[in-house]
């Protein structure tokens, strides 16, 4: 079973940030939080990870709390392009490195 | 970097035939995933490789699926005698420096 809480939907202004959340309270000490996001009919996408600082590339940011138990993702400037389902996982580095996905959070990003 | 490709994108077959996918990786990646998603689901582990080596089988591998990778570059997932339940995305990923996972395109099965 997945080890992350997300809501199902969420609505975002074309231009504005996007920040969608997720909720690992369980999370180990030597687990990342990994962020994919899967647009219609293609393959998932890996956004970013981090594990207890916050992390920036040029696709998002990702906001973890200081316990570890929540994080953010945050899009500065959403474009419809963006919209997708986005996927929080809690993964330890190391051993299969399989990915255990929940439902993830459907995105809409609207004109 | 091509990225990872898979084929065919889009398979119907009737009950009962069986069918191959194929997986290219990113050519420097030594770990090669496989994962099934149907509709208004999250993908879902089946199994993986390090190089030839099949190293981990999820319960949902029934013994009509098996996967190889033989010279430790391509894999191939078969199917005999398909299902109507094995309609579904199987999706192949291969694993980054960063733990990160890089995904084909899948390939949509359906089974009439």
């Known amino acids: 079973d997945a080890k992350t809480t997300q809501p199902p939907s969420m609505d975002c202004a074309e231009g504005r940030a996007a920040n969608l959340p997720c909720n690992h309270s369980t999370i180990s000490g030597n687990e990342y939080v990994y962020w994919y996001r899967q647009i219609h009919s293609q393959g998932p996408q890996y956004i970013i990870h981090?594990?207890?600082n916050n992390e920036t590339n040029e696709m998002a940011s990702l906001i973890i709390t200081e316990d570890r138990k929540s994080s953010t993702l945050i899009l500065p400037h959403a474009t419809l392009r963006d919209t997708a389902v986005y996927y929080c996982i809690v993964h330890q580095q190391g051993g299969s490195e399989k990915l255990v996905f929940g439902k993830g959070t459907k995105l809409t990003v609207n004109p | 970097d091509t990225g990872v490709s898979q084929n065919p994108r889009h398979k119907i077959t009737k009950r009962g035939q069986n069918v191959t996918f194929r997986c290219d990786p990113i050519s420097e990646h030594n770990r090669l995933y496989w994962y099934r998603q149907t509709l208004g689901q999250g993908p879902e582990f089946l199994t993986y490789f390090q190089n030839e080596a099949q190293l981990e089988k999820s319960r949902l591998l029934s013994d009509r699926f098996s996967a190889e990778r033989p010279k430790g570059s391509f894999s191939t997932l078969e199917i005999q005698r398909t299902e109507q339940g094995d309609s579904a995305m199987y999706l192949c990923a291969s694993l980054g420096l960063a733990g990160e996972q890089y995904f084909g395109p899948g390939t949509r099965l359906t089974v009439t």
């Open positions: 981090g594990l207890k």
